[in-house]
């Protein structure tokens, strides 16, 4: 299980690094030199930001990528969404099906309060927090 995949952890590096940047147009060169990231994984990461609306990308000379909101207004648990969907320590999955025991498990109510928790952290931590550090 993790917490956090790759695509989301090169999702807020991008995003990060961009945000450092925010006066100009980020272009994609930089970003795979910089991040130290394959060319095409990070065109597809840049793509879902794009689409996900957290970035705006810009074609031709002198394109690249810009933040479309504000480093503060972009969470850290929005981002994770995009490349993860919905946030979830535990599936209950019991040999590929969901398992019967899922309303009785004791187990089961103490994750989904340390996922409620874990959630609600991420929550509240922004790329404007993370560039900051």
Do not use: H, W
């Amino acid at each position: 299980m993790k917490l956090i995949t790759r695509n989301t952890d090169y999702g807020i590096r991008a995003l990060c690094f961009i945000a450092k940047n925010k006066d100009r147009v980020v272009a994609v060169p930089e970003l795979v030199k910089t991040l130290a990231m394959p060319r095409p994984f990070l065109r597809k990461i840049l793509q879902a930001l794009t689409k996900s609306g957290f970035v705006r990308s810009y074609k031709g000379v002198g394109g690249g990528f810009a933040l479309a909101m504000p480093a503060n207004k972009i969470y850290i648990v929005e981002v994770a969404e995009v490349f993860q969907g919905d946030f979830s320590l535990n599936e209950c999955f019991l040999n590929k099906k969901v398992c019967p025991n899922r309303r009785t498990c004791q187990l089961k109510r103490k994750i989904d309060e340390i996922e409620k928790g874990v959630i609600s952290e991420l929550g509240a931590i922004t790329i404007g927090e993370l560039i900051k550090a």
